[in-house]
């Protein structure tokens, strides 16, 4: 079963947007990961941000983690085509071995 | 590129066969997870392998086994393949086992059981 859910499953955004994605998880967490996946290929690893962090960025990218909600938000600002792809949160405990991932949020954006 | 590598690319194999797939992780990671990926789900954890020994699997049966090397290469083997096995294999390897980390994924394999 997945730890993690993200909303919106799609997003289709014009270039130059912001998008936002969701995650929602279930049980507590030393750390929350976003990665990114193009077109079915191997994942890579975007942002860590540690359950003690409330925001955190990295170039155009912004998380912030709420766990208190057990959530947290992706914003990519100023979209390009490049950033099409599929984008999943994924959970680790703090003596976990392993990362819990949600089921993708897919972003388009259009030229 | 994350200096992970793995193969095949894609492989097709037939229900009840056997499937060794293989990953070659980056300098100096002694630590690697594979991970199944259906298609339009998330990863999930199958199992990890530190200094040669497993000691972490997630909810998958025993017909899912490992390897890893000295040289920290691994290789995931199933048996009895079922066409549910059809998904993305992704292996992710890592250094140490410090938390939290990030891990460095390969391109996968895509494995087709018809």
């Known amino acids: 079963s997945q730890q993690g859910e993200e909303d919106p499953q799609a997003l289709s955004i014009q270039e130059g947007e912001n998008a936002t994605m969701n995650c929602s998880y279930k049980?507590?967490?030393?750390?929350l990961q976003w990665y990114r996946q193009n077109s079915g290929r191997g994942l890579v690893h975007l942002i860590l941000i540690r359950s003690n962090e409330r925001e955190k960025h990295s170039g155009r990218l912004r998380v912030t983690l709420d766990t208190s909600k057990k959530s947290s938000s992706l914003l990519i600002t100023a979209s390009r085509a490049a950033d099409t792809a599929s984008y999943f949160c994924?959970?680790?405990?703090?003596?976990?071995?392993?990362?819990?991932f949600g089921a993708g949020t897919t972003v388009t954006v259009r030229a | 590129e994350t200096g992970v590598t793995q193969s095949p690319t894609h492989l097709i194999k037939t229900r009840g066969q056997q499937v060794t797939l293989r990953c070659s992780s980056q300098?100096?990671?002694?630590?690697v997870s594979w991970y199944q990926q259906a298609l339009g789900q998330g990863p999930q954890f199958i199992f990890q392998?530190?200094?040669?020994?497993?000691?972490g699997r997630g909810n998958f049966p025993p017909r899912f086994s490992g390897l890893q090397f000295p040289n920290y290469s691994s290789e995931l083997n199933v048996n009895a393949l079922e066409l549910d096995d059809s998904a993305l294999y992704l292996c992710?390897?890592?250094?140490?086992?410090?938390?939290?980390?990030?891990?460095?994924f390969g391109p996968g394999t895509r494995l087709t059981v018809t």
């Open positions: 992710a390897s890592r250094r140490g086992q410090a938390v939290p980390y990030e891990q460095y």
């Open positions: 049980t507590s967490i030393n750390n």
């Open positions: 392998y530190y200094r040669e020994e497993e000691n």
């Open positions: 994924a959970t680790g405990g703090s003596n976990d071995y392993k990362l819990s």
């Open positions: 300098s100096g990671h002694n630590t």
